[in-house]
């Protein structure tokens, strides 16, 4: 009696029993204490496909947590609030979620969650699973409504089509291109390689980067419908002429065939292309200066072709326009006249006064224009009195041991001089006499050969059998110096 007086009574007893096992109990099945907050994530989806409170959420196929709640989200979107379990976490930012059926023919669904790659940070609580990276299954009636009439009817004309071609040649023609697959799977498989990467992780970025294309095309599943559409009518389009496709395969085989040597001559003149470019280079420069020199002259000229100055202009320029027109049938005879002149110009004139004489160690370097500028200024300066108005013309005199004659002079006689170095000859050289450069007027400038500017040097021996200036003989020397001392030049 007196430890039932000190002990609990049995109402007491059986209270804490019961207690004790509901806490178990809610232990057992919850699996966490009543007073810790839940850890959620949201998820956006196309459609709930029937999942409800209480759906799990599974991460390989192991629960993590459940749903706690579907509302409707932006768009006709669906929100899924998910409860995760410390097993679920962490989770990341790039984590993906899809709704999967737990059995074959639908029905009691559930959240296929996966967590992500620790590279995209932790997602916090709260965080939302965008719409690109969420999924949901596809459903038996979308495929039945996906193969309707029409759908039925086009996969129809696509078999009896492609039995066509196959009828029409297109056989042989799998046949024949045979013997090109070993190529074509050679560079397949190079291909392959590359797509391997060289460093690791290549290949999961690729992947990444294709399923981010895949998710931005499937949020644009309008415009994909338009472009089928539109593919569909370019087929249709191609098939109503067919024979024109035919022609213009066979052209584009030729072409092929023909492309090589031209792509050669474009990778030919690549060089030249980019010589242009340099030498363009300098007058792209001053193209800013030009123009904006050119701006003013520009302006005045849009306002002399204002609506108000227009008919002023055109009435001032009328009688002028009458003169052009009269003078319209001389100008088409002038034309004919200086067209062949302009073309040799431009093909024989231009050409020889750019090109250079070649004069051994003379020579200058520069163009022969250049050359007989600079030999009319030094005759200019040759040509004055010491004034510099006179018409005298000096010459240089030299002295030396060389004594040189001209030989017999029409009207003057033999001329003697001194030089300090003997004469190594003449250029250029003297033809002969009755000996003339060809001379062809009735020929066409244009057509013929530009003047050659390499003259023939002549040896002094055969200047002075042309009466050219030419070293004495001893013998003749004494015979000059005795007639100068007498002062009868000549014989």
């Not at 839940?38 to 998820?43: G, K, L, M, Q, S």
């Not at 098939?239 to 474009?266: C, K, Q």
């Not at 363009?280 to 072709?305: K, N, Y």
Request: charged share 20%; hydrophobic share 40%.
């Amino acid at each position: 009696m007196s430890w039932r007086r000190r002990g609990l009574s049995p109402t007491a007893a059986g209270v804490l029993a019961v207690i004790a096992v509901c806490v178990f109990t809610y232990l057992g099945f919850a699996k966490r204490l009543p007073w810790a907050g839940d850890w959620e994530v949201r998820a956006v989806f196309h459609s709930a496909n029937e999942l409800h409170s209480q759906s799990p959420v599974r991460i390989a196929g192991v629960d993590v947590g459940k749903v706690k709640r579907v509302e409707r989200g932006p768009g006709g979107t669906a929100l899924v609030t998910m409860a995760i379990e410390d097993g679920g976490r962490p989770l990341h930012r790039d984590a993906t979620a899809k709704i999967r059926p737990r059995i074959f023919l639908e029905g009691n669904f559930f959240v296929d969650l996966r967590p992500g790659t620790p590279r995209g940070g932790e997602m916090p609580e709260g965080g939302v699973i965008p719409l690109s990276r969420t999924a949901v299954p596809v459903q038996l009636d979308e495929v039945l409504s996906a193969l309707n009439a029409s759908t039925r009817a086009q996969t129809q004309d696509l078999v009896r089509e492609y039995a066509a071609a196959l009828d029409r040649g297109g056989a042989e023609a799998l046949n024949r291109g045979y013997a090109h697959w070993p190529g074509a799977f050679a560079g397949t498989a190079a291909t392959a390689e590359a797509l391997r990467g060289r460093r690791p992780h290549d290949l999961s970025e690729l992947v990444a980067a294709a399923a981010a294309v895949s998710s931005t095309l499937a949020e644009r599943r309008v415009e994909l419908a338009e472009l089928i559409s539109s593919f569909n009518r370019t087929l249709g389009a191609l098939a109503a002429n067919e024979d024109d496709v035919a022609a213009g395969v066979r052209a584009l085989a030729a072409l092929l065939r023909t492309s090589p040597e031209a792509l050669r001559a474009i990778d030919d003149s690549v060089p030249a292309v980019r010589a242009f470019t340099a030498r363009l280079r300098p007058s792209l420069r001053e193209a800013p200066e030009t123009l904006d020199l050119a701006i003013p002259l520009l302006v005045q000229l849009r306002g002399l072709l204002a609506p108000g100055e227009l008919p002023g202009l055109v009435g001032d320029l009328r009688p002028a326009v009458r003169s052009l027109t009269r003078l319209e049938p001389r100008l088409a005879a002038l034309f004919d006249l200086v067209g062949p002149v302009s073309e040799c110009v431009v093909r024989n004139a231009l050409p020889t006064l750019n090109s250079k004489v070649d004069d051994g160690k003379h020579s200058t370097g520069q163009p022969a224009w250049q050359e007989l500028l600079h030999g009319a200024v030094g005759l200019a300066s040759a040509s004055q009195n010491f004034d510099g108005n006179g018409p005298a013309v000096r010459y240089h005199g030299g002295y030396g041991d060389q004594l040189v004659s001209t030989g017999q002079v029409p009207g003057v006689g033999q001329l003697f001089g001194l030089a300090p170095e003997p004469l190594v000859g003449s250029r250029p050289a003297w033809p002969g006499p009755g000996r003339q450069p060809p001379f062809r007027p009735d020929v066409p400038c244009a057509t013929q050969a530009p003047p050659n500017l390499e003259a023939r040097v002549a040896p002094p021996v055969s200047a002075a059998a042309r009466g050219r200036l030419a070293p004495l003989a001893p013998d003749a020397a004494k015979r000059a110096l005795a007639q100068l001392r007498r002062g009868r030049p000549g014989g």
